[in-house]
T-cell receptor, first 116, second 113 residues
């Protein structure tokens, strides 16, 4: 089974609108972390937001928020007030504590296009 | 520049040649990671160092691949006898011991012709 599933290969959103990028995960580890990264066409991976499995509140960072639904094993990224510069590839990733917690497992990504 | 630096940014090589990539992590980060990203996929873990010790290696890291971090600072990733299937983006990341994100470099894009 895939550990991280991103079911939306591509998404379109109009500028200034909000958009939700889906991510579901699979782990039996009680301690884990969930991440979202942005990858523009230039290639660098830009860290956006982190949610720990024991965090009581959903993480927020500026225009980014993480809709964490633990029972459903879902960690969707919400981008509010989309900007043209948000057009990029977005990856969801998980770090599991078992095995040392030293590596991230990534999904296949969602290509977001922000339109005027 | 306080980010993670990777060199070169691009490398084109002929099949069978050896290539070496370099990663300079953020100076206070004791953990360093290598990932490989092929077209249309997310990055896949290759290996991890804590200081100079290589503590974990993925099955993806075949015998032709070797990574070093001799003094616990910069790291090199060498691929011997390159194959077309090695064409990918090679990403380096570094971190301190904390639960949230790594900092990634801009990657080295390898093309094997």
């Amino acid at each position: 089974a895939q550990k991280i599933t991103q079911t939306q290969p591509g998404m379109f959103v109009q500028e200034k609108e909000a958009v939700t990028l889906d991510c579901t995960y699979d782990t039996s580890d009680p301690s884990y972390g969930l991440f979202w990264y942005k990858q523009p066409s230039s290639g660098e991976m830009i860290f956006l937001i982190y949610q720990g499995s024991y965090d009581q509140q959903n993480a927020t960072e500026g225009r980014y928020s993480l809709n964490f639904q633990k029972a459903r094993k879902s960690a969707n990224l919400v981008i509010s007030a989309s900007q043209l510069g948000d057009s990029a590839m977005y990856f969801c990733a998980m770090r599991e504590q078992s095995g040392g917690g030293n590596k991230l497992t990534f999904g296949t990504g969602t290509q977001l296009k922000v339109e005027l | 520049d306080t980010g993670v630096s990777q060199n070169p940014r691009h490398k084109i090589t002929k099949r069978g040649q050896n290539v070496t990539f370099r990663c300079d992590p953020i100076s206070e980060h004791n953990r360093l990671y290598w990932y490989r990203q092929t077209l249309g996929q997310g990055p896949e873990f290759l290996t991890y160092f804590q200081n100079e010790a290589q503590l974990e290696k993925s099955r993806l890291l075949s015998d032709r691949f070797s990574a070093e971090r001799p003094k616990g600072s910069f790291s090199t990733l060498e691929i011997q006898r390159t194959e077309q299937g090695d064409s990918a983006m090679y990403l380096c990341a570094s971190s301190v011991q904390r639960p949230d994100g790594y900092t990634f470099g801009s990657g080295t894009r390898l093309t094997v012709v």
